[in-house]
């Protein structure tokens, strides 16, 4: 008797650890998979243990059958209550995880709703001090020379253009978060889209020494011309701000089996690995300072840029390259309905995606 149980034990134990390593390498399954497999272990084991018993005892074989009926009955039911459970648990947890997953969303967008009203205020709050100052000064008559009259109202006008503009971009960014940018799609080349940008840039990069290489290719696309021009524009800008005096700037582009793209390279030494995946963030400007210079923006651009290549569908990603770094923007041929080029390029070194 005592060798029966032992023996019936064992081989219980045996088939446990079995099942129990089976269902450990099932750990990354769904809530199902885990719980049918943790029942059928515990099942399977038993039966087993049953199964050893009923051989070492004399009962006929009769018995024997109705033995094996009873304990396959019961893994039947057992694994199907098990399948029943688990779906349930299933759809709890993810039900959970989604309510989570919304919630965190919520919270983030929250706190990047909280933390572009504190960064506007700050930005705000520079040139409405200017403006302030300098009206106070020529109503006070402390200012009385034509010549510093002048360079007053000047600046008051600098400042004003600076609002018009954080405001425009504010504006800008608000229709593309609520959906509400209309495309007005033409067909236009790339060349013709970077030479309009590289006009826009021209005087920015005689000032820095620059010089600007354009590469783009004879190729017709279907996009939003002035909002196309608008992120190259800014791409360019950004670009040109932060490489070295007497650097180059690169703009190529061409098209894949599956997109068509342009690129800017610049000269800027990098950026840093822990900022690459904020370059895109709303009021990101990769300095701790928070007051911008005289000749910068809010920090919405790139924002922006990245909402109208959404809008068309497309993306906009950056990395380093060697001495700089690589912005991208990339729509679908499909999105595109990009035309065969008129002529091809020698230079096609962009297509890898980041």
Same mark, same amino acid.
Request: overall charge positive; proline content about 4%; charged content about 25%.
């Given at each position: 008797m005592t060798h029966m149980v032992l023996t019936s034990a064992l081989v219980t134990l045996a088939a446990g650890a079995l099942g129990s390593a089976v269902v450990w390498l099932? +750990?990354?399954? @769904?809530?199902?998979?885990?719980m049918t *497999? $943790? &029942?059928?272990?515990? %099942?399977?084991?038993?039966?087993?243990g049953v199964t050893v018993a009923a051989n070492q005892m004399f009962i006929t074989a009769h018995d024997a059958g109705v033995l094996v009926a009873i304990v396959a009955t019961a893994a039947g039911v057992g694994t199907a209550c098990a399948l029943s459970v688990g779906r !349930?648990?299933?759809?709890?947890?993810?039900?959970?995880?989604?309510t989570a997953a919304?919630? /965190? !969303?919520?919270?983030l967008l929250d706190a990047s709703q909280r933390e572009l009203v504190a960064w506007m205020s700050h930005d705000l709050r520079s040139p409405l001090a200017g403006i302030r100052a300098m009206a106070e000064a020529l109503e006070d008559g402390v200012v009385a020379d034509p010549t510093d009259v002048n360079?007053?109202? +000047? *600046?008051?006008?600098? /400042?004003v253009a600076r609002l018009t503009s954080m405001v425009d971009d504010l504006f800008d960014l608000s229709r593309l978060h609520s959906g509400r940018l209309i495309l007005q799609r033409q067909r236009v080349t790339l060349a013709d889209l970077v030479a309009?940008? %590289?006009?826009?840039?021209?005087?920015?990069?005689?000032?820095? *020494? %620059?010089?600007?290489?354009?590469?783009?290719?004879?190729?017709?696309v279907c996009v939003d011309a002035r909002q196309v021009s608008r992120v190259l524009s800014n791409l360019l800008t950004n670009a040109l701000r932060h490489s070295l005096d007497g650097a180059a &700037? +690169?703009?190529?582009?061409?098209?894949?089996? $599956?997109?068509v793209y342009l690129a800017v390279e610049d000269?800027?030494?990098?950026?840093?690995?822990?900022?690459?995946? +904020? &370059?895109?963030?709303?009021?990101? !400007?990769? @300095?701790?300072?928070?007051?911008p210079g005289p000749d910068e923006g809010a920090g919405l651009g790139l924002a922006i840029a990245r909402g109208i290549m959404e809008a068309h569908g497309g993306t906009i990603d950056v990395r380093n390259i060697s001495g700089g770094c690589r912005f991208s923007v990339r729509i679908p041929a499909e999105k595109a309905d990009a035309l065969r080029p008129a002529h091809l390029l020698s230079d096609q070194s962009v297509p890898a995606a980041s």
């Open positions: 099932l +750990r990354g399954r @769904s809530a199902v998979t885990a *497999g $943790t &029942v059928l272990v515990a %099942v399977l084991a038993a039966a087993t !349930r648990v299933a759809r709890i947890v993810q039900r959970h995880a989604d919304d919630l /965190e !969303r919520q919270r360079t007053y109202y +000047r *600046g008051i006008r600098r /400042e309009q940008a %590289v006009s826009t840039a021209a005087p920015l990069a005689g000032t820095r *020494g %620059v010089r600007l290489i354009d590469r783009a290719p004879d190729l017709t &700037v +690169r703009i190529l582009g061409g098209s894949t089996a $599956t997109d000269q800027c030494g990098g950026i840093p690995d822990d900022d690459l995946p +904020r &370059v895109f963030q709303v009021g990101f !400007r990769g @300095s701790v300072a928070r007051t």
